[in-house]
């Protein structure tokens, strides 16, 4: 069974850098598309990096240049680099994982982790 797990989440001051890890079991990243999402209650939610099977990535357009998605396959860990952190970063953030690669059609299904809550400050 798949399991994705957040981690690095905190209350932060903008600017500098923040990274969050999502430790997944049961997911071989050859085989699912990998992605960070966001939520803030009362809004529309945001997939803002992923990772195609292949290894490529992409990035939603308000964190590109700013936020970075890696991964370490020894560990089974994925990483999302959050510099230049804005206000408007804040969020919960989620991992999930999706066999069927639909985040390539945007559409953000599959398995999701609990969520670590991410809170920046002016």
């Known amino acids: 069974q798949e399991h994705l797990e957040e981690s690095g989440g905190g209350s932060v001051q903008a600017g500098g850098s923040l990274r969050l890890s999502c430790a997944a079991s049961?997911?071989?990243?050859?085989?699912?598309?990998m992605a960070w999402f966001r939520q803030v209650p009362g809004k529309e939610g945001e997939g803002v990096a992923a990772?195609?099977?292949?290894?490529?990535?992409s990035y939603a357009d308000s964190v590109r240049g700013r936020f970075t998605i890696s991964r370490d396959d020894a560990k089974n860990t994925m990483y999302l680099r959050m510099d230049s952190r804005k206000p408007e970063d804040t969020a919960k953030y989620y991992c999930l994982a999706d066999d069927k690669c639909r985040t390539r059609l945007g559409l953000w299904v599959g398995y999701w982790g609990q969520g670590t809550q991410v809170n920046v400050s002016s």
């Open positions: 990772f195609d099977s292949d290894g490529s990535t």
């Open positions: 049961a997911v071989t990243y050859n085989e699912y598309c």
